[in-house]
């Protein structure tokens, strides 16, 4: 399924329009997903890092009151950080720093794939190129493009409080080692 799904972004001229497709269609059998271990397991075995990122998008996006309108970029990642609430509740005993745990996890995923997307697609100036476009820019050996971010160091550490203190809260203090480790790792 995974190696279909990767096949089928970029067998169109235009990966980033076929992985909205095909992520509007997938994302509501993963809202049904019951286990987080099913979740996960869908996820992180994802072979396209492009339909990856857009499926984590819409689920952030879903988990907000106002959806950002942006288009994803770091700014739009802490927006999630900053409005996103806890994702998904169908496992009536799992305890809520599960949940948070979860969150993290996703959040790191998002991040590390928009980071894949962005050096694997920084040839062309939008996702908008096709697969065989990217790799004569790459035999050319064009420099890549350096993606442009208004993001300070201060912003993120300013916005990595603010979700902490949201977080302690909610949990109280000290947190769960998984927390504090995925805390870390996302900083």
């Not at 980033?16 to 509007?24: G, L, M, Y």
């Not at 997938?26 to 075995?45: D, H, K």
């Not at 980071?115 to 062309?124: H, M, T």
């Not at 442009?148 to 203190?165: A, H, N, R, V």
Request: with cysteine; aromatic share 8%; proline share 5%.
């Amino acid at each position: 399924l995974q190696r279909m799904l990767s096949i089928a972004v970029e067998v169109d001229r235009s990966p980033t329009c076929s992985s909205r497709k095909i992520a509007d269609e997938i994302f509501p059998f993963i809202l049904n997903i019951p286990l987080r271990s099913q979740r996960e397991a869908l996820l992180n075995t994802m072979e396209s890092h492009l339909l990856r990122c857009r499926l984590l998008e819409l689920l952030f996006q879903h988990s907000c009151d106002v959806p950002s309108t942006s288009s994803m970029c770091l700014d739009k990642i802490l927006y999630f950080l900053s409005h996103c609430s806890v994702l998904l509740h169908f496992e009536d005993e799992t305890a809520t720093w599960q949940r948070w745990d979860e969150m993290l996890q996703y959040l790191s995923l998002l991040l590390m794939s928009y980071q894949s997307v962005i050096l694997a697609f920084s040839f062309a100036e939008h996702l908008w190129s096709s697969l065989s476009d990217r790799m004569d820019l790459m035999v050319q050996k064009a420099k890549p493009r350096h993606q442009e971010s208004d993001i300070s160091p201060l912003d993120i550490q300013l916005k990595m409080e603010d979700f902490t203190g949201r977080m302690q809260g909610v949990l109280g203090q000290p947190f769960p080692p998984p927390i504090q480790e995925k805390l870390f790792m996302l900083q």
